[in-house]
């Protein structure tokens, strides 16, 4: 609870402050008379609580409906309006970041990298699956061991060399911008 009120009597707001809740939770024990004979109504028709009596009257009935309600307004009222704007801000905060990266370059799209990977993926199967083509007839023809084993290291060799330079030159284009490349 805040500071103690300079009067006795306050309105119901400076009570509902004073006690930590909403106004509306002071206007609900109004209403289940948990707040009985501790506020009057004046000549101008508005309520004036008797801070000391309420405080009495609300620590006499359930003690857990008073906690049940003041935690129930942690979850409305100003604070729940700080910490939605606070969470709006830090989204925005969020996609400006990805905004940032991306222009940057250092973040891509999901979608850009399936792309990336499956041409890469369809370039490599289709520099393999060339090798057993050209690689026969000459196999076919030779005996010994050693010289089948060179030349098929030689042959995947270039053709990942290949790759690799295949590669290099897509993602190369991919840095010129969209479009560019193929």
Not at 29 to 57: H, M, S, T, Y
Not at 139 to 149: P, S
Not at 157 to 163: C, F, G, I, M, S
Request: aromatic share 6%; hydrophobic share 35%.
């Amino acid at each position: 609870m805040s500071n103690k009120p300079g009067s006795d009597w306050i309105g119901p707001s400076d009570f509902a402050r004073y006690r930590g809740v909403s106004l509306r939770t002071v206007k609900d024990w109004i209403q289940e008379g948990r707040l009985e004979n501790c506020f009057k109504v004046g000549n101008n028709k508005r309520k004036k609580i008797n801070w000391q009596l309420a405080d009495q009257a609300l620590s006499n009935t359930s003690g857990d409906r008073d906690n049940d309600n003041a935690a129930g307004d942690k979850n409305t009222g100003p604070s729940t309006l700080v910490k939605a704007r606070t969470a709006k801000t830090a989204m925005e905060a969020k996609a400006a970041q990805i905004k940032y990266e991306q222009l940057a370059g250092s973040l891509v799209k999901a979608d850009e990298v399936v792309d990336v990977a499956k041409k890469m993926g369809r370039l490599t199967r289709e520099s393999l699956m060339t090798l057993p083509d050209r690689l026969a007839p000459v196999l076919a023809g030779l005996d010994d061991i050693d010289e089948i084993h060179t030349l098929l290291f030689k042959e995947l060799n270039t053709a990942l060399r290949n790759l690799s330079t295949k590669n290099y030159e897509f993602f190369k284009d991919k840095e010129n911008g969209p479009g560019q490349s193929e």
